[in-house]
């Protein structure tokens, strides 16, 4: 799976798999948390930082198709059939997440050495909210597979 960036292209600090604890423990769906830290992020970062950033998520949003996340199924009520094919789906998902990481890539590589910050930031944010998503996909449909275990016994 891809792996999240920073501004500076190093790997992250923090232990996602902590935070994820948290926001399933405390605040519900993390696929939802965190749409909406990047749509508040997005909406105050680009008000104030002027043109460079609108047009590059602008330019990015056109040229990268952001996968769309599939339903998985509740693994104390699904069947087998269910979880295998909410298995290919969400394996689809994550191949479509990796493609629209390598797209952010070529777009930020067509800006050339003369990139701002503001449009590294942009990059950072599409990369790591795609890899926040697809890990929460994954992270949601192996708690599906347990549960259906869980089942079984």
């Known amino acids: 799976m891809s792996k999240k960036r920073n501004i500076c292209g190093e790997k992250s600090v923090l232990n996602p798999e902590y935070f994820q604890l948290i926001i399933l423990n405390k605040l519900g769906d993390p696929m939802k948390l965190t749409t909406l830290l990047l749509t508040i992020a997005l909406s105050l970062s680009l008000p104030l930082t002027g043109f460079s950033q609108e047009s590059a998520s602008g330019e990015v949003s056109g040229k990268c198709k952001y996968p769309k996340q599939p339903e998985i199924p509740n693994g104390r009520t699904a069947t087998e059939a269910e979880l295998v094919a909410a298995q290919k789906e969400m394996k689809a998902y994550i191949k479509e997440g990796d493609e629209y990481i390598a797209c952010i890539s070529k777009v930020e590589e067509s800006w050339g050495s003369e990139v701002s910050d503001d449009q590294k930031a942009i990059i950072v944010l599409f990369n790591n909210k795609v890899v926040d998503d697809m890990q ?18």
């Open 136 to 153: 929460a996909v994954a992270d949601l449909f192996n708690a599906a597979v347990r549960a259906y275990k869980g089942q079984k016994k």
